[in-house]
Nanobody, 124 residues
Framework: QVQLVESGGGLVQAGGSLRLSCAAS????????MGWFRQAPGEEREFVVG????????LYADSVKGRFTISRDNFKNTVYLQMNSLKPEDTAVYYC?????????????????WGQGTQVTVSS
């Protein structure tokens, strides 16, 4: 079983940056693909970015390409999301997710484990 705990959310002005962290429990972290999703009020949960466990291959949503960067440290069982050039439309609760099998998918139903979420608010 994998438990995920996000941190690093907060309030930032448009154009600013935030770094989210997701700490995972368990001894097989490197075998999991990790993803970040976000959900704004009244909206469906949407895929932001994912990273494969074995080789760090990444997949980004078009809306964040060039602004967000995902990385992982398999020794620390942690995945990071560096968010730059933030926009008001990035405001959402951000969730960390893990899926066994190692492959990245943008479908939230394919992820087995979820964190509790962290709020990111970008003011204009």
């Amino acid at each position: 079983q994998v438990q995920l705990v996000e941190s690093g959310g907060g309030l930032v002005q448009a154009g600013g940056s935030l770094r989210l962290s997701c700490a995972a429990s368990g001894r097989t972290f490197s075998s999991y693909a990790m993803g970040w999703f976000r959900q704004a009020p009244g909206e469906e949960r949407e895929f932001v970015v994912g990273i494969r466990g074995s080789d760090g291959v990444t997949l980004y949503a078009d809306s964040v390409k060039g602004r967000f960067t995902i990385s992982r440290d398999n020794f620390k069982n942690t995945v990071y999301l560096q968010m730059n050039s933030l926009k008001p439309e990035d405001t959402a609760v951000y969730y960390c997710a893990a899926r066994s099998g190692g492959f990245i998918t943008p479908l939230y139903s394919t992820y087995n484990h979820w964190g509790q979420g962290t709020q990111v608010t970008v003011s204009s």
